[in-house]
């Protein structure tokens, strides 16, 4: 199983990205598939999950309005759109997969990760 994580870069305060996420040795559609940060110095955080058929997104607090999480299918890729970036978003952001299960948002749950992709966020 491969997760290819992509689209991350430096960009000013208020500004956009999207991350995407191709997976590949898997059965995309029957993944839950999740993003994930982990800023320097502390713990890896949960940010967005998205259910195997699209229909159901949960996000973090502090992303809910700003970020969107979608998936493509037919693509195996799922996408992270961040927009009204902030500093505090500054991280390593990390794509995640799991067959299933109702504690999406934490990281020992998911099986397979990608192996992230930098947001720096200047203010």
């Known amino acids: 199983v491969l997760l290819q994580a992509s689209g991350g870069g430096l960009v000013q305060a208020g500004g956009s990205l999207r991350l995407s996420c191709a997976a590949s040795g898997l059965i995309f559609s029957l993944y839950r598939m999740g993003w994930f940060r982990q800023a320097p110095g502390k713990e890896r955080e949960f940010v967005a999950t998205?259910?195997?058929?699209?229909?159901?997104?949960r996000y973090t607090d502090s992303v809910k309005g700003r970020f969107t999480i979608s998936r493509d299918n037919a693509k195996n890729t799922v996408y992270l759109e961040m927009n009204s970036l902030k500093p505090d978003d500054t991280a390593v952001y990390y794509c995640?997969?799991?067959?299933?299960?109702?504690?999406?948002?934490?990281?020992?749950?998911?099986?397979?990760w990608g192996q992230g992709t930098l947001v720096t966020v200047s203010s």
């Open positions: 998205i259910s195997r058929t699209g229909g159901s997104t």
């Open positions: 995640a997969a799991v067959e299933d299960g109702s504690r999406w948002y934490d990281p020992s749950m998911y099986h397979y």
